[in-house]
Nanobody, 125 residues
């Protein structure tokens, strides 16, 4: 089994920053898994935010966060991060991390095998 636990969410003013962490554990987790971040705002579908391949060499972002958010990973700590800068009201959502057995960058939710419980990010004006 694989467990993913997100942390770092909270309330922040518009223009501020937050860093989310996702710690992976479990006997079957492999550092060869790619990792992704998704978010779901109220009354909206869950959407792709960013993803990183197993080695950290390739990263992709949604257009809405490009230039503001940064995905990174530390395979030694089995943790993936989402640094969020210049936050705006539209970034308010529950943020989820996910792991895919596919070592390449994955954007589609259906290709992810494991999901965390999510962490709330609220941006205030």
């Amino acid at each position: 089994q694989v467990q993913l636990v997100e942390s770092g969410g909270g309330l922040v003013q518009a223009g501020g920053s937050l860093r989310l962490s996702c710690a992976a554990s479990g006997r079957t987790f492999r550092s060869s898994y790619s990792m992704g971040w998704f978010r779901q705002a109220p009354v909206k579908e869950r959407e792709f935010v960013g993803a990183i391949n197993w080695s950290g060499d390739f990263i992709e972002y949604a257009d809405s966060v490009k230039g503001r958010f940064t995905v990174s990973r530390d395979n030694g700590k089995i943790t993936v991060y989402l640094q969020m800068n210049s936050l705006n009201l539209e970034d308010t959502a529950v943020y989820y991390c996910a792991a895919s057995r596919n070592p390449r960058v994955v954007r589609r939710q259906a290709e992810y095998d494991y999901w965390g419980q999510g962490t709330q990010v609220t941006v205030s004006s």
